[in-house]
């Protein structure tokens, strides 16, 4: 492996304040409830309760299966732990293990639409923890086991594989065992290995550990070429202390007592146990090319940089997110189980386990498609030391892991619905996926592959700082913090920001030598409307938007944020008196609405209040542009009250107008209009006018006016549960942005990173 760049260098991404105040920000924690039901009317109440819930409750009675029709059961999973092994944390009791929990139901839902729920369980007694389970069968397709210490979680797993007709599965011993066997397997093959002849150390003998060694051995891995150690040294045969019946199974017949003597000439090292738990010295004993997982959790036995400096010919993988090769459970679980419980599987057996190692194992040697590099960062990765598994947000995961242990299910006689068109499985799932994480990430993660400097124009705001922290934190660029240096301290101060950490400047306007090219700059633009040379002194000295943007407009900033302390439309004139559009192009606003899996680009939602025909034209032409440099094919619909004429009225005339516009412009996208909202959102809608020329429900709305897209996308907010993110700035010729006032820290640092992205 060459050294690790700085592309490769783990983003030390948060800090202990971000990541409480990102638990307690909202709504407490990582979970909500929603009913999927309208519970308006009388009638409602009267279908969704008594009377009419009694009907469902005689067909569940009289024929169990249709639970599944009638109830949440089928696509709801359990995640359950009693806290006893917190990853590598050890055992810090239930309720601590809470955030770890919801964050895996969250995890179920964001990648694979799996609805879920965590349980915490207060018990380390084996018996009372499988009692308390057992009975929970009829409210969950599915028990995802988490976090339970071995060898508890042999037994419990097992007993209530027994006692249970649905799938149980402990994910830190399978999904980690399903995750880095295929990992295993393509660097085997990377390094020329037959996997009959190669050794293998195992550090850790717990859930995780045991499992991946029967798996490997399963694979057909010679059991003398195993080697497991724990706390207390190799697992050798005869060994007593320390030791329980999984352990002995595993027992190796060895001279070897420590890891390392069991490391010298390993050619692969798996690591379970715990930071650090890996030496220099044992890195540098391995054999030619070794293959290192380090996956404990939060930190790894030996990070890659480490290993870096103590050689270059090594495949190196880790359970974190923010290094190359990560082998961590959350690739399999989500998309295990949404194809277990598609099929409505009453367990998750070896041939569906198997199944999903060589999904994995094929997809990181297949070709990325376009539509796909952008989970990547843009950059197309080629199967290699650096790229042996897919990463979390790659999108091909939700359909090619489901639909493998599907089949396999199928296949293997445990699913109790069979699934004919597999092609149609496949397209469904990939309906399910949510784009905006990955779209969001692959946006970081370009800025983070070209750093830039972004201005915080508003720096003496507690949120801006705490904004500008995470942006350097993320390692996005420069945050060039401007304001009066003694109030910026003060802040900083007082929220327990370091403000000398790398990554953070402070601007003083005051002070700052760029001053006079400043006021020069700005004059020559103002001059002749209407300022004299005093105001634009003014302008510089007094206002930090007018200051942030000339810094911008002049290059000795890559862009700006701002916004909290200023409303929207006051901003954008300060900055436009600094800064034009860009050549050909119209400035407009467009909101990001998430929602329900859905994401869809509104405008113009900041700067025209009655657009023409053609300034609607052009707020379609500039939306579709953000929306495919995002990485979505757009699909605009030109909004309007009416629907292809009828009922007919002048706004949406403007609006029929701006489409003939389009067509003489011969734009290169889908657009089509006048049409209603739920026209353009909903296919059985749309399909009532075979003629309408989208191919699918609409992803940009072009909005006929300021109010009803200023409207339309704070009701979504606010009565929809929709995230909605922006207004983007778009049609500049510089990249700024400009957040709502009182903006959190979280949604500021999503401006800059935009800022930043528009500059990349
Ligand atoms: N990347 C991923 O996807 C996953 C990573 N993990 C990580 O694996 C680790 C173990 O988790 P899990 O199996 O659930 O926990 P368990 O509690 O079941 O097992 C822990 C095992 O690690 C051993 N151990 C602890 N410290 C050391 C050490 N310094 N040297 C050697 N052995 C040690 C223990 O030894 P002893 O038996 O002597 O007590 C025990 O066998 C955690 O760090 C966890 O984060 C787990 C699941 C998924
Ligand atoms: C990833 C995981 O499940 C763990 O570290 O425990
Ligand atoms: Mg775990």
Redesign the pocket.
């Known amino acids: 492996m060459p050294d690790i760049d700085k592309k490769d260098r783990p983003v030390t991404s948060v800090t202990d304040q971000e990541a409480l105040e990102f638990h307690a920000m909202g709504r407490p924690g990582k979970l909500e409830i929603n009913p999927t039901k309208p519970m308006a009317t009388q009638r409602d109440l009267s279908l969704a309760y008594s009377p009419g819930v009694a009907v469902p409750v005689k067909a569940i009675a009289a024929d169990p299966q249709t639970a599944y029709d009638y109830t949440a059961r089928g696509n709801m999973v359990a995640v359950i732990s009693n806290g006893t ?1 917190i ?2 944390l050890g055992n810090l009791g239930a309720l601590a293990s809470k955030p770890v929990m919801e964050g895996k139901s969250v995890l179920f839902k964001r990648f694979a639409d799996v609805d879920s729920i965590d349980l915490e369980i207060d018990t380390e007694n084996v018996d009372e923890f499988i009692n308390c389970v057992r009975f929970l069968g009829p409210s969950f397709g599915g028990i995802n086991l988490e ?1 339970i ?2 060898p508890d ?1 042999f037994v419990i797993e097992s007993r209530l594989r027994e006692l249970m007709d649905i799938p149980v599965f402990h994910d ?1 011993q399978h999904g ?1 065992a399903i ?1 880095a066997a295929a990992g295993l397997i393509n660097a085997l093959e990377l390094t020329g290995r037959d996997l009959k002849t190669t050794k293998l150390v195992c ?7 045991i499992a991946c060694v029967e798996l490997v051995k399963a694979m057909g891995f010679a059991p003398e070429n195993i080697i497991l ?4 040294g190799v697992i050798y045969q005869g060994r007593t202390e ?1 030791m329980n019946q999984w352990k002995s199974a595993h027992a190796a017949k060895t001279e070897a007592r420590t ?1 390392e003597e069991a490391m010298k000439g390993a050619d692969v090292i798996f690591g ?3 930071k650090g ?1 890996f030496s220099a010295k044992m890195i540098r004993s391995m054999a030619d090319r070794p293959i290192i997982f380090a ?3 939060p930190d790894p036995e030996i990070t890659p940089e480490e290993v870096a400096r103590i050689r270059d010919d090594a495949i190196m993988a880790t ?1 974190r997110s923010d290094y190359p090769n990560q ?3 959350v690739l399999g679980f989500p998309y295990i189980f949404r194809g277990a419980l598609d099929v409505r599987a009453s367990t998750i057996n070896d041939a569906m386990k198997i199944a999903a190692v060589k999904a994995l194992a094929n997809l990181a040697r297949e070709d990325v498609p376009d539509d796909v590099v952008a989970a990547y960062q843009g950059n197309r990765p080629r199967f290699g030391p650096q790229y042996i598994i897919p990463v979390p947000f790659d999108p091909r995961l939700i359909s090619a892991i489901p639909v493998a242990v599907a089949e396999a299910a199928i296949e293997s006689g445990v699913a109790r619905k069979v699934i004919t068109d597999m092609a149609g499985y496949a397209r469904e799932l990939s309906a399910r996926r949510d784009p905006i994480a990955s779209t969001l990430a692959s946006l970081y993660e370009r800025v983070r592959r070209r750093p830039k400097r972004i201005v915080f124009a508003e720096a003496e705001e507690e949120q801006v700082l705490r904004a500008a922290l995470s942006y350097a934190n993320q390692q996005l660029g420069t945050a060039l913090l401007l304001g009066r240096e003694d109030l910026i301290r003060a802040t900083a101060e007082r929220a327990g920001i370091d403000l000398n950490r790398p990554g953070l400047e402070i601007v003083n306007a005051r002070i700052s030598t760029r001053v006079e090219a400043y006021i020069d700059y700005l004059y020559a633009r103002l001059q002749r409307q209407g300022y004299l040379h005093r105001d634009a002194q003014r302008l510089i000295h007094n206002d930090r938007n007018h200051f942030a943007a000339t810094m911008v407009a002049l290059g000795d900033a890559d862009g700006m944020v701002t916004g909290i302390t200023r409303n929207y439309s006051t901003a954008l004139e300060d900055v436009r008196r600094c800064i034009d559009e860009k050549p050909g192009h119209r400035v407009i606003g467009v909101s990001l609405a998430l929602c329900r899996g859905r994401t869809v680009f509104v405008a113009d939602t900041a700067v025209h209040d009655m657009p023409t025909a053609e300034q609607l034209a052009d707020i379609a032409e500039e939306a579709a542009g953000l929306a495919r440099r995002m990485g979505y094919p757009p699909r605009v619909a030109m909004l309007a009250y009416s629907t292809f004429g009828h009922p007919s009225g002048e706004r949406s005339e403007r609006v029929r107008e701006a489409v003939k516009i389009l067509d003489r412009r011969r734009v290169d996208f889908e657009y089509d209009g006048e049409m209603a909202a739920d026209v353009a959102l909903n296919r059985k809608v749309m399909e009532q006018y075979p003629f309408c020329r989208l191919s699918g429900p609409a992803n940009v709305l072009v909005m006929p006016a300021f109010h009803s897209a200023s409207i339309s996308t704070k009701m979504l907010q606010e009565l929809g549960g929709s995230t909605v993110i922006g207004p983007i700035l778009v049609g500049l010729d510089k990249p700024v942005q400009i957040t709502s006032m009182g903006a959190k820290d979280s949604d500021i640092v999503n401006m800059a990173a935009i800022a930043a992205y528009g500059g990349s």
Not at 203 to 209: E, I, L, P, T
Not at 229 to 232: L, V
């Open positions: 092994a990853l590598g976090d210490k071995a979680c830190d980690t995750i550090n850790g003998a717990g859930a995780a550990a150690c724990d706390t207390k320390g890891l379970l146990s715990q738990a996956m404990a959790n359970g082998v961590n459970n």
